[in-house]
């Protein structure tokens, strides 16, 4: 069974950054899209990035221009790198791999979490 791990989380004041990374514990044939979701407690989870596995990249607009999404296909990982951030981007991250198999079957991998906490 294929786990995802995100790292990279913690403190940050306003106005500053963190990076988040997502890795996967094994090999997966196809990863079609790498995305960014969070979750503040009483919310929804909401999509904060996409990217494709041809690059193409969707943003929340809470998040345009001060967010970054990338993606290593030789590695299987996925970053988000954060600048600027505000207090109400206080929330855990979870990263999700969208994926076919072999055989053509879907299957959504989702990682643990990592909280970010924006505060002075």
């Known amino acids: 069974q294929v786990q995802l791990a995100e790292s990279g989380g913690g403190l940050a004041q306003p106005g500053g950054s963190l990076r988040l990374s997502c890795a996967a514990s094994e090999s997966i044939f196809r990863i079609f899209i790498m995305q960014w979701y969070r979750q503040v407690p009483g919310k929804q989870r909401e999509l904060v990035a996409s990217i494709s596995d041809s690059g193409r990249t969707i943003y929340d607009d809470s998040v345009k221009g001060r967010f970054t999404i990338s993606r290593d296909n030789d590695k299987n990982t996925v970053s988000l790198e954060m600048n600027n951030l505000k207090p109400e981007d206080t929330a855990v991250y979870y990263c999700?791999?969208?994926?076919?198999?072999?055989?053509?079957?879907?299957?959504?991998?989702w990682g643990q979490g990592a909280q970010v906490t924006v505060s002075t």
């Open positions: 999700q791999y969208k994926t076919t198999t072999r055989e053509n079957e879907t299957q959504d991998y």
